[in-house]
């Protein structure tokens, strides 16, 4: 493992994997809000325009804003305006207390939030403008949730630098996509464990959330409808692991562990890789090992992938999880290569449809995918490269999967959407 390599990947999960309280799309607009107030002197808000790309109004239409219990981004912008922390980035609005919510609410629908499709090519775009009395801070953000690239206050410029191309990758998302798959796998498994124990938190958060999950009532309740006395090992991981998504798409105010910008699919990385590990008892660093694999497995799948898209990226990070699995039960690379191809061969009906309480039914999916993926595997079977989108190579199948989802379904997300917005 060269030492560029290692830097590399470290760096990729510092930046890939981070807290986040709340679904990231209506996060982004209450994060764009919190920084507008961070630059006027009256702290009464008169007016908030928000215009964001398509797949951010996709993914915050029916998605619970946390400690709210309500929906949107009036709701969103609302809550970044009056209690957001504009230094937290992704944990924005995590101090939001019972007390805040009377206030928020009058904001969100007293008519003086406003909340528009902006027709700009970029797949993460959001622009907050907020005005107080004869002032008024306007934000923008594209790229990634918590990249301002413009500021303007009382129509003058205060901040700006270039912004990324509408389907820009980051540095470390380009990097990534000249790495292997056998470069991630040598990298979790021999890198000094010093150097990634901060992959534990992963397993901190995430197993909080999903133990929020199981003893509240968020969302579908999928989770607690999942448990039974026949507590198998493919029946732990599907509970465990859609519980921490109820909870999250049902407006927890605990963080997940994120990873590429999304909650769920933090879950689906860790939450299989978790329980794994719980049954066979293993020692932390084993654990953080794992957890390291599935993460930047996921990582690597996901710069393939456009930041947002109309793919169901839950099930590409839980084919980080599958890696992870097969790490801790056969300690077997080219096992592992075999369940990340299965799960491919099946990831195909997977769409995104927007952020909401079906996403625990989509984490589900993704991760009885990556269970029965794994359990092929581990008997040496693997979907041959006749089929589909899998090949020989397992670097090809994940670049295929990329092309699958940036070029094969960019056409879905109007359709998603406009079915939405017309019902």
């Known amino acids: 493992m060269n030492e560029e390599s290692t830097e590399k ?3 990729a999960l510092h930046e890939g994997v981070v807290p986040a309280t709340g679904c990231t799309e209506p996060v982004a607009v209450a994060y764009g809000a919190a920084n507008c107030m961070k630059y006027l002197s009256d702290g009464v808000v008169d007016k908030i ?3 964001v790309s398509l797949n951010i109004m996709k993914n915050a239409t ?13 709701i969103a912008a609302s809550a970044g305006a009056l209690i957001g922390d504009p230094e937290a980035k992704l944990k924005v609005i995590a101090g939001i207390t019972q007390d805040d919510i009377p206030e928020i609410k009058r904001l969100a629908y007293s008519g003086k939030v406003q909340v528009r499709l902006a027709q700009v090519p970029d797949d993460l775009y959001v622009d907050v403008k907020i005005t107080s009395g004869s002032e008024n801070v306007q934000v923008w953000i594209a790229g990634d949730h918590t990249n301002i690239f413009r500021i303007e206050k009382n129509g003058e410029v205060i901040f ?4 990324p191309a509408p389907h820009a990758k980051s540095e470390i998302k380009l990097y990534m996509q000249t790495e292997k798959f056998k470069n991630i796998w040598d990298f979790a498994t021999n890198v000094p464990i010093d150097k990634i124990g901060f992959m534990k938190q992963a397993a901190d958060l995430n197993v909080a959330l999903s133990d929020e999950g199981l003893h509240n ?3 579908l309740q999928l989770g607690c409808s999942l448990i039974n006395d026949n507590r198998t090992l493919d029946n732990q991981i599907l509970t465990y692991t859609v519980a921490a998504s109820d909870a999250r798409m049902g407006g927890a105010t605990l963080p997940a562990m994120s990873n590429s910008g999304s909650g769920n699919q933090g879950i689906s990385a860790t939450m299989p890789v978790w329980v794994v590990a719980q049954n066979l008892d293993v020692n932390d660093e084993k654990l953080i090992r794992a957890l390291t694999l599935s993460h930047l497995t996921a990582i690597y799948i996901h710069a393939f992938l456009p930041v947002l898209s109309a793919f169901c990226a839950a099930d590409s ?3 980080g999880a599958a890696a ?8 077997d690379y080219e096992a592992a290569c075999m369940a990340i191809k299965n799960m491919v061969g099946d990831s195909v009906g997977m769409v995104c449809d927007g952020a909401g309480c079906s996403c625990a039914m989509k984490v589900a999916s993704a991760v009885s995918s990556m269970y029965r993926a794994t359990q092929l595997a581990r008997k040496g079977i693997v979907i041959p490269s006749s089929n589909g989108l899998v090949c020989d190579d397992i ?3 994940i670049q295929g999967l990329g092309v699958l989802g940036t070029e094969g379904l960019k056409e879905t997300d109007p359709v998603i959407l406009n079915i939405m917005m017309n019902k």
Do not use: R, S
């Open 9 to 11: 990947f470290i760096q």
């Open 49 to 51: 325009e928000v215009n």
């Open 62 to 74: 029916a998605v619970i804003v946390p400690g709210t219990g309500e929906p949107g981004l009036q």
């Open 160 to 163: 700006k630098k270039d912004p």
């Open 217 to 219: 009532k968020y969302g």
């Open 317 to 319: 990070a839980a084919m």
């Open 324 to 331: 992870g699995v097969m790490y801790l039960l056969e300690d």
């Open 395 to 397: 670097d090809a199948t």
